[in-house]
């Protein structure tokens, strides 16, 4: 399955994080800010990720196979998804963190990469074009695996083995976050 919205996002975080690692020229002050504004998206990615994590590793639990089945063609729920990011308000934390961070750019893009700050404002920008853009992301990854579900004489391993294959995916993205953003805290 196709992770590509996390895993750039990702990248461009740990860019920018390693970048400011090394913007010693800039004041304490001011490196903590910036260290606060890209912490903020660590905890909003990290959030999303571990939404998504939970409910597939409650989809993967039922032992008997056709429980099993009936839980993934239950994961077609753009409503429920949608619902759940206004709860946790990701796109909207997502916009703030986005302002936060085209306010502090100016001095950062001097002390960084201009092409790696500008390629984490671009990303923040297509993840908050829409409202639900993240939901949206979520419901096609498991429409997709609900379909699955439906298809006449579906091999429920196989279908196993892709919805698993998809929370490791998703769970190496969320170890690799955490450790960009471990690093992050060596800014200041």
Do not use: H
Not at 105 to 115: L, P, R, T
Not at 123 to 141: C, D, Q
Not at 164 to 169: E, G, L, P, S, V
Request: charged letters at 30%; proline letters at 2%.
């Amino acid at each position: 399955m196709d992770i590509k919205l996390f895993s750039d996002m990702i990248d461009a975080l740990g860019k920018v994080t390693g970048a400011l690692k090394s913007a010693v020229s800039l004041p304490k002050e001011e490196r903590e800010r910036y260290r606060q504004t890209i912490a903020e998206n660590y905890r909003l990615i990290d959030t999303t990720l571990n939404m998504i994590v939970i409910r597939l590793g409650d989809v993967l639990l039922p032992a008997n196979e056709p429980a099993f089945v009936q839980e993934v063609a239950k994961l077609d729920n753009y409503g429920d998804w949608m619902r759940a990011e206004r709860e946790f308000r990701l796109c909207q934390s997502l916009r703030a963190a986005l302002r936060e961070t085209k306010s502090v750019s100016g001095k950062v893009k001097a002390a960084i990469s201009v092409k790696d700050f500008d390629a984490l404002i671009a990303l923040m920008e297509s993840t908050t074009a829409a409202e639900g853009e993240v939901a949206e992301f979520i419901s096609v990854r498991f429409s997709t695996l609900g379909e699955a579900a439906r298809t006449p004489g579906v091999d429920s391993a196989k279908l196993r083995e892709d919805v698993k294959a998809f929370r490791d995916a998703l769970l190496g993205e969320r170890q690799r976050l955490i450790r960009d953003e471990i690093e992050l805290y060596s800014v200041v």
